[in-house]
């Protein structure tokens, strides 16, 4: 696994020095509570390795992205929003509100969302 990217936020979470409601670890995905929930259920599952964006997604990275989505379904399952049904969003640059430079999938659920988005 690569060195965890300097000042990265989601890179300490994973490394366990910044304190977040961890809710599931799987191989080689890390999912934690939204500490500013846009849902009743919003969790963040972001690669264990340091990967900046959607954006910047190599071949290479094929195992993690698989990896994330198979965690996004098991939090979605574990949050009993699998039925009901929920948004994987993952924001990308200025005009999506793309805050942390480390890739994180958001799982939205738990209520009924609008389409399109804001
Ligand atoms: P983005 O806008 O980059 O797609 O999403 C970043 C998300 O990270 C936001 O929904 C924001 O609430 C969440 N976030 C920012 N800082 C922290 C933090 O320190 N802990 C946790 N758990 N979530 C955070
Ligand atoms: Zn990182």
């Given at each position: 696994?690569s060195?965890?990217a ?14 977040a ?12 509570a939204?500490i ?12 264990a ?19 994330l ?8 399952r ?26 994180h999938?958001h799982v ?11």
């Amino acid at each position: 696994m690569s060195a965890p990217a300097e000042d990265c936020l989601f890179c300490g979470i994973v490394a366990g020095d910044i304190p977040a409601e961890v809710l599931h670890r799987s191989e080689r995905s890390v999912a934690f509570a939204d500490i500013n929930p846009a849902a009743p259920v919003h969790v963040l599952v972001v690669p264990a390795r340091h990967i900046e964006s959607a954006a910047t997604l190599e071949a290479e990275d094929a195992e993690e992205l698989a990896d994330l989505l198979r965690t996004a379904r098991e939090v979605a399952r574990q949050r009993g929003i699998a039925d009901s049904g929920y948004r994987l969003v993952f924001n990308v640059g200025a005009d999506a509100n793309n805050t942390v430079a480390h890739l994180h999938l958001h799982v939205l659920g738990g209520r009924a969302m609008t389409w399109p988005p804001g």
